[in-house]
């Protein structure tokens, strides 16, 4: 993955082109895939993940065409705020509010799992507002 000052970048192949979109599959690796001794220890963290994008110009792209998926680094940023760092926050303070007010940890316990569950179910719920928020751009490989 390739970055200018404020663009993330990937490679991307083309699996599906529509009518005002098309559908990139990026391959995320783990450092661990990236490693020269990945064989010897057997780990190796791989994923294709697809991803659609709105184009204005949906012919101009091809099948198994590689290309570039852009997004910009601040919405990268956001995003791992979102899905990381407040739940963290949301298991934490639900741990140790409850256990203040009850000093019971099987019951601080499961308030802090059902908070966080409970967070993920309204960003679960919010996903169209995120879609909406989290763009993407392609760009043909030079």
Known sequence: ????????????????????????EIVIESACAACHAKSACGVSDRKQEKIKVL??????????????????????????????????????????VTYGITKNELLSIGVCFGSVALYYLIITKLKDKFEKEFVFSIKKME
């Open 55 to 96: 184009v204005e110009n949906p012919e101009d792209f091809k099948v198994g065409e590689f290309v570039s998926v852009e997004m910009k680094q601040s919405l990268g940023m956001k995003a791992v705020v979102i899905a990381y760092l407040f739940p963290f926050i949301v298991l934490v303070l639900g741990l140790f």
């Open 1 to 24: 993955m390739s970055q200018n000052s404020n663009q993330v970048c990937s490679q991307a192949v083309i699996k599906e082109v529509g009518d005002s979109y098309v559908v990139a």
